[in-house]
């Protein structure tokens, strides 16, 4: 194999190996030649002045004597020097007694001799004698010319330079030839071994190890290279014998391969018909969900409008002067139909759940203020079975964030209600705080606990941790489940850790973000004039919250805490200015130790549940206030400034209450139930409210253009002429675009209220008809102000 000089090994080892010298010896030279130059330039001052040192005493004694034809023959001497060009002797007073020159030397090299030495050099020494000493005859002044030392400077250098690179040259070709013999010719007869090697057959040949070489780095190349043939025959034999085995294998796999196929294209066939049934079975699954969906809202419509008729019923019938034994009785009919609603809607919500059709809000609401609606509206039954309810809300807690308060109500409702329902004795605590940026709703109870097996069974529907469960306690078995699946739903968790027999501590997290344009509320300063004396259980709970707020609010505190009744005595109570004293009390007993040091009025008794007994009945005249627990942040205020005298002694009544709520304005009912508009009629004319019926959209669109209502209850359903097609009417023909209709519909399925607005409603209300919401939207859309600009959503 040719390998061209350039590119071989010795030629690059010979050509760094010379770049590298020559670059040293010229460095080297380099410096030799400017020791040369330093040299150079102090001999010839050294030469210089080693001539004026000789000829200072003949040119003396020339002074001394005034000799001109002995000056000119010295100064004669002088200029034969090949460096002085002029020379001359003057006398004291500045006379030229001889003087001798001749021309620089002009030659091409000149300017770089001026360069390095300087074109001339002048020396000069006063002359005197041995006798006389102290009289000076004059000077002898010497000019030099340096270019005959210069120019003997640069033939140095230059034979200096040109011989180092020579030297380098002659290097090159010795190493040149060196390197040739000792690695690149052996190399390459290595290399024509391995060029002439069969690709074919290479296990056949062993390359030969050049003759010189057999203990270098060349033979030991040579070595491992043929033990590396070695091991390519071996393994080329094995690679024949596995091509054998693959072969056979080979044929085999063919034979396999060929079976396997006609039985895939068999059972391709079959896939291709089983993919056709499942198409059908899809858009038969398709047809059914939507007759599914279809059904639940027709069944929400068709319950919900006999439930109207039956709730309003026994809602007005409840009005009317009845025994003590009707009104008990009609009571539990309302409230076993209000039970039965709550069933069908927790059937509805976990339908819209699973088929994705439940949409959330993300509206700013006090969490507070509904979680407290909560433990109010559950408080009687709790109290009913003797049990504390328990609400711990951390005083920090933010005043507002985003999220759906109807669906966050309904989940710590229902946790709240489940945990009051197994909870036989003992507390039910509400828990309320932040932790790592998740609002955190705790319902912890001292019931009969969950089995470790059934904690997550309890969350599937209709599915109870014990199989006695529903008869015992009652219910369905969907609350939780469809608490999981809303607080799933909100991206947050729902989890229970529970000890059976012992409780049950239902956890829920969701990231709710919290409204930074909220204003955290402040107490009435007036309140930090007074000292607010706590005496409580060391193990109630309540107290334990009431004290972090009161502390919260930065009032002055003094708490004393007693282990038990029969303790009481033992208590150390001082009170210093019983006028600014508030004192707080858990046990009416309390008040026999404190009765005589402060005003009645300024005792305050918080406690759960009602003191109904002879024993307890008796302290009622010896405090001033019964602050019901679980009390609201705003109550407890309110009772705090009421003691003072601050607070409102008189409640205002409010609309609901008020008969005469809607006089003086007219309301258009549409309604084809009979029922529904006995219901609806009654209760808008106890409201005051002129009441017309309508029985559908077509006679409603005839009153509208014949007479001026106030407000339309518009029934969403009905036979001629729907609400919706009724609405558009009246907004688009009758130009009606500032006249509120109100839709009331027993439908309760997703996309029911955005219907509705797209319609041209104005608002929506759900059958059965309730008082409150009646009034509520009435009062809303009626007495707007006449140029709201508010639009029709």
Not at 258 to 276: A, G, M, P
Request: glycine share 4%; aromatic share 6%.
């Amino acid at each position: 194999m040719k390998i061209n000089l350039s590119n071989r090994l010795s030629f690059k080892l010979a050509r760094n190996t010379v770049l590298v010298a020559l670059a040293l010896g010229m460095v080297l030279n380099l410096f030799q030649v400017l020791l040369d130059y330093i040299n150079e330039k102090s001999a010839l001052d050294r030469d210089i002045q080693a001539l004026i040192t000789i000829s200072h005493t003949p040119a003396s004694q020339i002074a001394y004597n005034i000799d001109s034809r002995l000056a000119e023959e010295l100064l004669g001497g002088l200029l034969k020097h090949p460096s002085i060009i002029e020379a001359e002797i003057i006398d004291s007073d500045n006379r030229v007694l001889a003087r001798k020159h001749r021309k620089l030397t002009s030659t091409s090299y000149r300017w770089l001799s001026d360069l390095l030495f300087e074109p001339t050099r002048y020396y000069s020494t006063h002359l005197a004698v041995q006798q006389l000493s102290d009289i000076n005859l004059g000077n002898l002044n010497v000019i030099v010319d340096t270019y005959p030392s210069g120019i003997a400077f640069l033939k140095r250098a230059s034979f200096t330079l040109i011989s180092g690179f020579i030297k380098s040259l002659a290097l090159s070709a010795l190493l040149l030839l060196v390197f040739y013999v000792m690695l690149t010719k052996p190399l390459l007869k290595v290399i024509n071994a391995v060029s002439e090697v069969d690709p074919e057959t290479p296990e056949k040949v062993r390359l030969p190890v050049p003759k010189g070489h057999q203990h270098d780095e060349i033979g030991i190349l040579v070595e491992s290279t043929n033990d590396h043939l070695q091991t390519v025959e071996r393994s080329l034999q094995l690679v024949r014998k596995t091509e054998s085995r693959l072969k056979h294998y080979s044929e085999q796999l063919e034979q396999i391969v060929e079976t396997r196929t006609r039985e895939l294209s068999d059972k391709n066939d079959q896939l291709i018909k089983i993919n056709q049934e499942l198409v059908v079975a899809k858009e038969e699954a398709i047809r059914r969900a939507t007759a599914r969906a279809d059904f639940l809202a027709n069944m929400s419509h068709e319950i919900r409008t006999p439930f109207n008729g039956v709730l309003g019923m026994i809602s007005l019938t409840m009005e009317e002067p009845l025994s003590d034994r009707q009104k008990r009785q009609l009571d539990v009919a309302y409230n076993s139909g209000v039970s039965l609603l709550d069933l069908l809607n927790d059937i509805l919500d976990i339908s819209k759940v699973e088929s994705g059709k439940l949409t959330l809000e993300s509206i700013s609401f006090n969490l507070r203020h509904t979680i407290e609606e909560v433990s109010s509206l559950l408080a009687q039954n709790a109290h009913a079975k003797h049990i504390d309810l328990v609400l711990d809300v951390d005083p920090r807690f933010p005043e507002a964030v985003y999220g759906d308060p109807t669906r966050l109500r309904q989940v710590v409702s229902n946790l709240t209600g489940n945990a009051i329902k197994f909870t036989e004795h003992g507390t039910v605590t509400i828990k309320l705080f932040i932790d790592s940026g998740y609002t955190v709703v705790q319902v912890i109870d001292t019931g009969i606990g969950i089995p470790s097996d059934s904690t997550e069974k309890i969350f599937a529907p209709f599915s109870q941790a014990y199989s006695d469960t529903t008869r015992k306690y009652g219910g369905t078995g969907l609350g939780l489940a469809l608490c999981r699946q809303l607080v799933t739903h909100m991206q947050g968790s729902l989890t229970v850790e529970s000890i059976e027999g012992k409780g049950s501590c239902f956890t829920t997290k969701i990231p709710l973000e919290v409204d930074l344009n909220s204003k955290q509320s402040t107490i009435n300063t007036q309140l930090d004039n007074y000292e607010f004396l706590v005496i409580h259980r060391d193990d109630n709970s309540q107290f334990i919250n009431l004290i972090k707020q009161l502390q919260h609010w930065n009032l002055h505190l003094k708490i004393r805490a007693y282990s038990d009744k029969s303790k009481l005595n033992d208590l150390s109570i001082s009170i210093n200015a019983p006028e600014k004293t508030i004192v707080l009390i858990d046990e009416p007993l309390i008040c026999n130790l404190i009765n005589d040091k402060v005003p009645r009025d300024h005792i305050i008794l918080i406690s759960g549940i009602n003191f109904a007994t002879n024993k307890d009945s008796q302290h009622r005249l010896f405090y001033g206030c019964h602050l019901h627990s679980p009390y609201s942040r705003s109550n407890l205020e309110k009772t705090l400034l009421k003691t003072i005298g601050l607070g409102t002694k008189t409640t205002q009544v409010s609309n609901n209450d008020n008969p005469k709520a809607g006089e003086g304005h007219s309301v258009l009912l549409v309604e084809d139930n009979q029922v529904n508009q006995m219901v609806a009629k009654a209760i808008l004319t106890k409201l005051g409210y002129q009441v017309m019926i309508a029985l559908n959209g077509k006679e409603a669109v005839d009153l509208v253009k014949a007479h001026s209502f106030d407000a339309i209850l518009m029934d969403c359903h009905m036979p001629v002429m729907d609400g919706y097609e009724a609405t558009q009417y009246i907004r688009t023909e009758l130009r009606k675009e500032r006249l509120p209709i109100i839709a009331v519909t027993a439908n309760v399925m997703h996309g029911d209220r955005e219907k509705c607005y797209s319609a041209g409603m104005n608002d929506y209300i759900t059958k059965p008809y309730d008082r409150h919401d009646l009034l509520s939207v009435l009062k809303k859309w009626i007495d707007r102000p006449e140029d709201s600009d508010e639009p029709v959503e």
